[in-house]
């Protein structure tokens, strides 16, 4: 019998995702849990499994095409007969059971999500992901979907092709049975009621940012007004008033960004799609530069005994088969760093009026990739010895660089390193990772002149920039830390006394 295999909601909440790659084509035969497609979604590539055996009939999505979940992206010949599975059901009833498969029954709601902008925390649900991967505990708060073409659109009017799915591809949305419905609040201005579309997140948030919902237009569903539109109006009502700081973009892999093509002959502009992985970056860090005020310090330091230690540790056996480099003891610098001074590895809790101190570092490293912006992070690196450090790293960048980081591995970040050094720059004021209170750029080593003894000698010299939200760090708890980490650089025999 033929089969559809409909993308499903990878767990992240999302709406929508872009065909990158197919493994299979039409006629070839495939197991159950076999990779057949490659999709990007706002935060990473996932490869997709297939959950039966038989011969792929169809392909029902180009490359490069984003589609909505729910709608069938290949189709399955199986070996299966029509009487063990039922497909005489009508339509209702398949898309019935498509709800229930991708979104089981939840427990009972969870407690308030720390360090989420002053929202309260989204009801825990079970929810589906890939087949093979079990079920997990995720949000189940989504962006809006986009409303599917309708036959009765003009050329004029539709979507064009390179944002929209064709529409020979039949839309089968999924059924949500617990879909909360936004009401509408009715505002008595003007000549006759204006009616706003928001949950009450969004009114509070809109109240404390001084935003007028009545001139906000929503993007949500049946324009309903999202945090991030009232995010955006309280951003353009400040823009008359204030010029924002320029703060560079830090990334410290060494990936080539994605270069736009060289323009043909009399062109003069280039229109390049925001979506994927970069429209989060985009959004987090507006996100973040709007709630949390940034201060940003800076500290030259000899460094002249890390890269000596950096010089012996990679003859030790036990670095033989990982890189070393200068990054690995300013990674293990800042967890001392951070034990000691816990309030800067934590996050501001609006809701709950709450500042959450953590006792584990999750350890995000900025990453470059050819999509944009990712910051995936080591889990528990607080706990781990030195050489485990540097292997977590080394993984860590040859799967960034890969364009395989996956969600779990950028969530539930605690302070972040950007390494800019890598790119010969000095120095930036890097903005903090949304969650986070704080995070460390580190800036290029290079010779200088450097007064020791009383002498003037040429030393190995670096920049270290510490922004910090100061809701949470004052400016003296952040001096201290900065003085910290440097001191550990300067003589790494440090980090060791004060572990």
């Keep these: 019998m033929r089969r559809e295999f409909r993308l499903p909601d990878v767990g992240e909440g999302l709406t929508e ?4 790659r197919w493994h299979v084509q039409a006629g070839d035969e495939v197991k159950v849990n076999q990779i057949v497609v490659e999709i990007e979604t706002a935060k990473s590539i996932v490869e997709l499994p297939i959950p039966w055996d038989g011969v792929v009939s169809g392909l029902l999505a180009d490359e490069g095409l984003t589609v909505e979940v729910g709608r069938p992206i290949i189709a399955v010949d199986t070996a299966e007969e029509p009487g063990e599975t039922s497909p005489v059901a009508a339509p209702a009833e398949q898309a019935k059971a498509l709800a229930e498969e991708l979104v089981p029954e939840p427990p009972a709601e969870g407690a308030v999500e720390p360090g989420a902008h002053g929202s309260p925390a989204p009801k825990e649900e079970r929810q589906a ?10 949000a189940t708060k989504r962006r809006p979907r986009k409303p599917p073409a309708t036959a009765t659109e003009t050329p004029a009017t539709q979507t064009p092709p390179s944002e929209a799915a064709p529409t020979t591809i039949p839309a089968a949305p ?18 006759g009621p204006i009616t706003v579309l928001a949950k009450p997140p969004v009114r509070k948030l809109a109240k404390d940012l001084g935003v007028d919902l009545t001139t906000v237009t ?13 995010h955006a109006a309280a951003a353009a009502a400040q823009a008359p008033e204030q010029v924002p700081r320029q703060v560079p973009q830090q990334v410290p892999q060494q990936v080539p960004q994605q270069v736009p093509a060289p323009a043909a002959p009399g062109q003069r ?17 507006v996100a ?37 480099s200068p990054l690995l003891l300013v990674a293990k610098a800042v967890l001392t760093a951070a034990r000691r001074h816990p309030m800067v590895n934590s996050s501001w809790d609006e809701q709950a009026q709450e500042i959450v101190v953590k006792h584990y570092v999750n350890l995000g490293i900025a990453a470059a990739t050819p999509r944009g912006l990712v910051v995936p992070n080591i889990k528990d690196a607080h706990a781990l ?21 996956q969600p779990a591995e950028m969530a539930g970040g605690t302070f972040t390193i950007t390494n800019v050094g890598v790119f010969g720059v000095d120095t930036g004021t890097p903005i903090i990772n949304p969650g986070e209170a704080a995070i460390l750029a580190f800036g290029q080593v290079r010779d200088m002149p450097w007064v020791v003894d009383g002498e003037l000698a040429v030393r190995k010299v ?33 980090i060791m006394a004060w572990s």
Excluded at 225 to 230: A, G, L, S
Aim: aromatic share 4%; charged share 25%.
């Design 17 to 20: 995702a872009e065909i990158v």
């Design 129 to 138: 992901v890939l087949v093979g991967y079990g079920v997990k505990t995720g």
């Design 174 to 191: 999924v059924a949500n049975p617990r879909r909360v419905e936004v009401a509408p609040v009715p505002v008595a201005e003007g000549p």
């Design 218 to 230: 929503g993007t949500g569903p049946q324009g309903s007004i999202t945090r991030d539109d009232v």
């Design 269 to 285: 502009e280039e229109r390049v799609p925001i979506k994927g992985v970069r429209r989060m970056m985009a959004q987090a860090m």
């Design 288 to 324: 973040s530069a709007y709630t949390a005020p940034h201060v940003t310090e800076f500290l030259q330091i000899d460094a002249t005994g890390t890269m000596e230690a950096v010089r012996r540790l990679r003859a030790l056996p036990d670095f033989a088969e990982v890189k070393v």
């Design 385 to 405: 010895s030195l050489p485990d450090l540097a292997r977590s790293l080394a993984e860590l960048t040859e799967t960034a660089r890969a364009g395989r980081t």
């Design 462 to 494: 670096t920049t270290l920039s510490l922004s910090f939200d100061h809701r949470i760090v004052d400016g003296e708890l952040g001096s201290r830390f900065l003085r910290d980490v440097g001191d550990m650089l300067e003589d790494p025999l440090r």
